[in-house]
């Protein structure tokens, strides 16, 4: 973890909103780059999705002298998910947590990520083995921030109030928070609905109220879905959707959090 | 062992009359567990009046398993059973609010903890860790064995009584929860399990996951739901399939299990679970009602056809 600079978590309490569709876009759009190395590391060990939403399943890793290998989506961008450990995509990772904390212990101590500009960390959903294990795993090394991902109802703002508790309970500094699926406009009439309405403020007002930034709300486009079964990003498919102008709005503002709050080791580099 | 995990004076743990003692796991020093202060006597079978086990169950987050869970009680409830659902989601335990028992408490009988009745008629019984916690906004930062002492608690101490089906909500995996519960219920002979998808590869993937779970566990799998299957546009009725589509119905044939059905995106149910509604009673015009109809019909099909479980 020595040669990381900025070590971003992507977090929610609740599942399906799109955690892993936005690690792996904050990946993309940082890696675009190609001065910035990107690593982004899944430690889903029950459903590791990123393999899948990069277009890199059925990669396998490789051992070397100095490590693991990770996956190269591009020069700039590497992978390492429990999913390239699997020979099949019908295998199951049927593991306790003990387990699983190992797993998680070994991509970070080692995966010879080299020097990386940012590693974004996609996470399950809850706040369980895998979030105390990289919490903890990750302590001595300062995680410069964490990404919360919700959808705009109570149902997803009730678990993600737990996953901001938790955050202030293990001293965790937020970055902010990202709403997806905010909106959906028919590809036919043009109208707006709301598929998941928010009928408690949506995550403005959960922001408002905790004091914590909302970096943007992120209207549904069924491209995403469809770039993401494909392994391909969304940003270049289609450069001109909303969701992509929200996209890349969050991803400047993640890269200007993270050059205002100096890692842990550029600040040991400036003083030394 | 860090303090994360909690201790005795953490404000995670459950305000029902117990408290954490350390337990050494072997080579790894103590872990905190929750034990009963007052030694409960292990009630005579707490899961004797229930006659069919479901477990819904998905390897991804968010596919609707406690939406189904949900609207799967009330439309049993609505053709005359008593229903339970058991919630061993811990972390983000969705039960209460959707079928509007939040800020319910749970009290002591004799044969255990008594659930929580949606109604006067105690046609559908409640239990959760929603109920347990002092405030709602609060985490429940346990690892695994933590849960999986709480979870075999859930189905060995609640007082379920006499109930035509069990529903048991899971959180998204194939870990320690599952694994508690399906271990716990062995010797219930559940019905099955009910798998959740949307029409997207990438749930798909985690799901086909799911199923080797199953198989490895030795759990029927009763069918398989796809959820989310297209969003029929309120102002001119085109029909977009948001989070594409076929996926379900592949994975079933694949698998070679029965699906039983595809239910669209539906504003009016998602509202129906903030507020926790009634939807089945209250919205059958709405998009969802009738494939949510139909997969409750074909449980109870399932429930009274001879075979395993």
């Not at chain 2, 716990?184 to 779970?213: C, I, M, Y």
Request: aromatic fraction near 6%; charged fraction near 20%.
């Amino acid at each position: 973890m020595k040669t990381v600079k900025h070590k971003i978590l992507v977090l929610s309490g609740k599942g399906g909103v799109g955690k892993s569709t936005l690690s792996a876009h904050l990946a993309h759009g940082l890696a675009e780059d190609e001065n910035t190395q990107v690593a982004l590391l899944d430690i889903d060990i029950c459903g590791p999705s990123v393999p899948k939403i990069m277009g890199l399943e059925g990669e396998q890793v490789h051992q070397s002298g100095s490590g693991w290998s990770p996956v190269y989506v591009e020069d700039n961008l590497g992978v390492m998910s429990v999913g390239f450990l699997l020979s099949s995509p019908d295998d199951a990772v049927i593991w306790r947590g003990p387990r699983k904390n190992g797993m998680i212990k070994q991509f970070l101590r080692d995966v010879d990520w080299g020097e990386v500009d940012y590693l974004i960390v996609d996470t399950p959903p809850g706040t369980s083995d895998e979030h105390l294990s990289v919490v903890q795993y990750l302590s001595a090394a300062n995680i410069d921030g964490v990404v919360i991902v919700t959808t705009p109802q109570e149902v997803s703002l009730q678990d993600v109030r737990k996953e901001i508790n938790f955050c202030h309970k293990v001293k965790l500094p937020l970055i902010g928070v990202v709403e997806n699926m905010s909106s959906f406009v028919c590809p036919r009439c043009k109208k707006e609905s709301q598929i998941f309405p928010p009928t408690t403020g949506g995550a403005e007002a959960m922001c408002q109220d905790l004091q914590i930034p909302l970096l943007g709300r992120v209207p549904l486009d069924p491209q995403i879905g469809k770039s993401c079964d494909k392994g391909q990003s969304f940003l270049t498919d289609a450069p001109d959707s909303p969701a992509t102008l929200a996209y890349r709005s969050i991803i400047q503002r993640v890269r200007a959090f993270c050059h205002r709050h100096p890692s842990h080791e550029e600040e040991q580099r400036s003083t030394s | 062992m860090p303090a994360l995990c909690g201790g005795p004076r953490s404000q995670t743990t459950p305000r029902l009359p117990w408290t954490c003692s350390p337990r050494p796991i072997s080579g790894r020093g103590a872990c905190w567990v929750p034990v009963p202060t007052a030694p409960v006597p292990p009630a005579p079978g707490n899961l004797s009046g229930v006659r069919h086990i479901l477990l819904v169950l998905s390897g991804k987050g968010g596919v609707g398993k406690s939406t189904l869970c949900a609207q799967l009680a009330l439309a049993l409830r609505h053709e005359g059973k008593k229903v339970g659902v058991l919630d061993v989601d811990l972390c983000g335990p969705s039960v209460p609010r959707m079928l509007g028992a939040q800020g319910s408490a749970v009290h002591q009988c004799d044969s255990g903890w008594v659930p929580v009745y949606m109604d006067q008629e105690q046609s559908v019984a409640l239990m959760s860790v929603g109920f347990l916690l002092e405030k709602p906004d609060e985490a429940l930062v346990w690892r695994g064995p933590k849960k999986n002492a709480l979870i075999q608690q859930f189905v060995s101490d609640v007082a379920w009584g006499e109930l035509d089906f069990l529903v048991v909500d899971t959180p998204p995996g194939t870990s320690d929860e599952h694994l508690s519960v399906v271990e716990a219920l062995r010797s219930h002979q559940p019905l099955g399990a009910l798998l959740v998808t949307t029409p997207q590869a990438v749930a798909v993937g985690d799901v086909r996951r799911e199923l080797t779970f199953c198989r490895k566990t030795g759990l029927r799998v009763v069918g398989v739901v796809e959820n989310m299957s297209g969003f029929a546009c309120p102002h001119c009725s085109e029909c977009t399939n948001v989070f594409s589509t076929g996926g379900g119905e592949e994975l079933a044939r694949h698998a070679g299990v029965p699906f039983l059905g595809s239910v669209p995106l539906d504003p009016q149910l998602a509202r129906s679970l903030e507020e926790g509604g009634d939807f089945m009673r209250d919205f059958p015009g709405s998009p969802a009602y009738p494939a949510l109809a139909a997969i409750a019909r074909k449980i109870l099909d399932a429930a009274q056809a001879p075979g395993p479980g």
